[in-house]
């Protein structure tokens, strides 16, 4: 993919970002988008695999917008979440940390349910918290499963609205049928799920079938209506987390069968935010991130997308659970092309602040880095290291080409793992612990099957350093999913 030169407004951008930035008073008040800081908007899909759009390589699933976005912007591949499970990643993206560090993983309870008492810590900063600090609107769209009672609701966190459903699809369920028969006959009425207008339910059940038409009309709405003044707007889908539906006019439309007309019907959603954008001249000032909570949930078999070239799946720490197919959208200023360089979604949390020049309080530990300098085509991130937590514990470390598994285990208690590489390592269903760790250059071997830890014992030694440095910087908190 060739590269864009850089606009003039990308070389004023990066001037800015040589030097501290500082935001006026005036600037604030000023309603012209043009000499204002840029918007911010997140599109989180739930359970989407590193395979499951077509930039990123699948055969039958057609996503021209999404692609779109890639080809425009950019196509990261090696781009990683907090956690393999719902609840510790959208803690993670949001608050820029750990969810070791704010209680938002456990041992014993993966996620968040709709009997528990927890969630994300008043204590917490999120993104909407310190940008609305700096004068943006903010709006939360969709699933959002970082607790849904008061105070852990969107708007108790610094989201001016919320619309959407307060934790994942499948919860709630009222009926005995298996999740996957419901997925054909598309049953929205077997799931007591509630829809939410800031702090009231609005409808129960929720009908599913239209939930990503909904969140989209509702995204298009806050943009004409926040266009005037900085804003961000935090869009998680529902899907393609397991129920699937989809709305009539998807229906049979793709040769991906019903997964596949989830995942277009969600292209087709981006493309709305798109055009809006674009129509109401905000395209070149607003900087659009899509990427996945966690990789494909392969229990649900065909049900439940693809990690592509990648091993493993929701849930565990193979790549498949935790790189996430990712893609950067800024016309006039990003740098087009496809970066390979790690980053997280901790990353975007100091980015945004970067870009709107929004300081970021300094009263405790961020595990994201300012990406802004690849995003513009000006330098390097600082990310060296990524860490792989299943719950409360780190089970694998990559530091560049090379990634070490202390820890393996299968996703959900089912061998899920790619299947070329069955000859090669069967996971147990029990955690097993590995002495020394399993050692793959995953730039290498993507699809980590072959174990070079005999060949390197001087890496063995630095990745254990990295983690036991790691670890004695980890404070114990209130588990959250626990209460």
């Known amino acids: 993919m060739k590269s864009k030169s850089l606009t003039s407004k990308s070389i004023a951008l990066a001037g800015l970002l040589s030097v501290s930035l500082g935001i006026s008073a005036s600037a604030l008040e000023s309603g012209n988008q043009e000499t204002t800081r840029p918007n911010f908007i997140i599109l989180f899909a739930d359970d989407m695999g590193y395979g499951d759009m077509s930039i990123f390589g699948h055969p039958t699933i057609n996503t021209p917008h999404l692609d779109k976005m890639g080809v425009e912007g950019q196509k990261w591949t090696s781009f990683y979440v907090a956690a393999p499970v719902c609840t510790p990643s959208r803690a993670g993206i949001l608050t820029g940390r750990l969810p070791v560090r704010s209680g938002m993983c456990s041992d014993k309870r993966r996620v968040l349910f709709p009997n528990s008492n927890g969630g994300l810590p008043q204590s917490e900063n999120t993104i909407a918290r310190v940008l609305k600090g700096n004068g943006y609107q903010t709006a939360a769209i969709g699933k959002w499963h970082l607790g849904h009672k008061s105070p852990y609701l969107p708007t108790d966190h610094g989201f001016d609205s919320y619309y959407g459903i307060p934790y994942s699809n499948d919860m709630d369920k009222v009926e005995q049928t298996d999740h996957f028969t419901l997925a054909e006959n598309e049953r929205f009425q077997a799931y007591n799920v509630p829809l939410m207008r800031d702090t009231e339910i609005i409808e129960r059940p929720t009908d599913?079938?239209?939930?990503?038409?909904?969140?989209?009309s509702e995204a298009v709405e806050k943009i004409k209506t926040m266009k005037d003044k900085p804003f961000f707007i935090y869009l998680a889908y529902s899907l393609p987390h397991i129920p699937l539906f989809r709305s009539e006019e998807f229906k049979n439309t793709s040769?991906?069968?019903?997964?596949?007309d989830v995942i277009e019907e969600i292209d087709w959603s981006v493309g709305q935010i798109m055009k809006i954008l674009q129509d109401e001249g905000l395209a070149e000032n607003t900087l659009v991130?899509?990427?996945s909570d966690n990789g494909p949930w392969h229990t649900f078999k065909t049900h439940g997308g693809s990690a592509g070239i990648l091993r493993g799946a929701k849930g565990g720490t193979f790549e498949g659970g935790m790189r996430e197919p990712t893609l950067f959208w800024w016309p006039g200023t990003?740098?087009?092309g496809v970066v390979r360089d790690m980053a997280t979604t901790m990353?975007?949390?100091p980015t945004f602040c970067r870009l709107s020049g929004t300081q970021i309080p300094d009263d405790r530990v961020y595990d994201g880095y300012d990406i802004s300098p690849l995003i513009i085509g000006t330098g390097k991130s600082k990310r060296e290291v990524v860490f792989y937590y299943r719950g409360q514990k780190v089970f694998a470390v990559r530091k560049g080409d090379y990634k070490a598994h202390f820890i393996t285990q299968n996703e959900y208690n089912s061998k899920t793992a790619h299947p070329i590489t069955k000859p090669v390592l069967e996971i147990e269903n029990s955690p097993v612990v590995h002495d020394p760790p399993l050692l793959y250059n995953v730039n290498v071997d993507p699809g980590e099957r072959f174990n070079i830890a005999a060949?390197?014992?001087e890496l063995i030694t630095e990745f254990k350093e990295i983690l036991e440095t790691?670890?004695?910087?980890i404070t114990p908190v209130e588990n959250q999913l626990e209460k």
């Open 470 to 473: 790691h670890l004695a910087g």
């Open 255 to 260: 040769l991906a069968g019903i997964y596949g």
């Open 334 to 336: 990003i740098k087009s």
């Open 455 to 457: 060949e390197h014992p």
């Open 208 to 216: 599913q079938r239209t939930l990503t038409q909904r969140y989209t």
């Open 347 to 349: 990353d975007l949390l």
């Open 289 to 291: 991130v899509f990427t």
